[in-house]
T-cell receptor
Framework: SQQGEEDPQALSIQEGENATMNCSYK?????LQWYRQNSGRGLVHLIL?????REKHSGRLRVTLDTSKKSSSLLITASRAADTASYFC??????????????FGKGTLLTVNP | GAVVSQHPSRVICKSGTSVKIECRSL??????MFWYRQFPKQSLMLMAT?????????EQGVEKDKFLINHASLTLSTLTVTSAHPEDSSFYIC?????????????FGNGTRLTVT
């Protein structure tokens, strides 16, 4: 099943504003991760939040997790033009086994205008 | 640390030929590597999980005879697209997990843009 549906699909803001992206998923998870992808490049891990955590911070990033609603949000504060990228949430699908494969959502394309 | 190098970054090939893409973990051992395919403005689709010293595990709908995966060492996995067709044109990305424990972040290569003419 499709996990990690982000919204909005695209977000355009001005430099200095905050950007909020949301992610919903369908099955139980061990953790949820957010990744960033610059155009035509690989993904870079941003932050991981475990299923027993509700909020986590890393620099200008703030992630929340609501397991009862099966949703997460990524907040980027004081955005910069360099934050322009696609942002994906990914879930560890808790299916067991040793590979712990991640399932990625469709992503939010964030454009920060200078 | 935790750098994954993917090569080549771009490749153009003719229909019917085969293309090999390499994924290397430069400063750590990766017992498990993952191969993804990404279409423009879309998400990553997991193709297969590559385990060092054993056969790869392919996702449903992915042809294992077309997308050959070899994980011969703890630092190298290769994906060979055999008898390539224009519909195989896509962005292929590998990733690796550091260490033996699961549920840790993945480290990604920079991807390979394959164009089949």
């Amino acid at each position: 099943s499709q996990q990690g549906e982000e919204d909005p699909q695209a977000l355009s803001i001005q430099e200095g504003e905050n950007a909020t992206m949301n992610c919903s998923y369908k099955t139980s998870i061990n953790n949820l991760q957010w990744y960033r992808q610059n155009s035509g490049r690989g993904l870079v891990h941003l932050i991981l939040i475990r299923s027993n955590e509700r909020e986590k911070h890393s620099g200008r990033l703030r992630v929340t997790l609501d397991t009862s609603k099966k949703s997460s949000s990524l907040l980027i504060t004081a955005s910069r033009a360099a934050d322009t990228a696609s942002y994906f949430c990914a879930t560890d699908d808790n299916s067991g086994g040793s590979n712990y494969k991640l399932t990625f959502g469709k992503g939010t394309l964030l454009t920060v205008n200078p | 640390g935790a750098v994954v190098s993917q090569h080549p970054s771009r490749v153009i090939c003719k229909s019917g030929t085969s293309v090999k893409i390499e994924c290397r973990s430069l400063d750590f051992q990766a017992t498990t590597m993952f191969w993804y395919r990404q279409f423009p403005k879309q998400s990553l689709m997991l193709m297969a999980t590559s385990n060092e010293g054993s056969k790869a595990t392919y996702e449903q709908g992915v042809e294992k005879d077309k997308f050959l995966i070899n994980h011969a060492s703890l630092t190298l996995s290769t994906l060979t697209v055999t008898s390539a067709h224009p519909e195989d044109s896509s962005f292929y990305i590998c990733s690796a997990r550091q260490g033996l424990q699961g549920r840790t972040p993945l480290h990604f290569g920079n991807g390979t843009r394959l164009t089949v003419t």
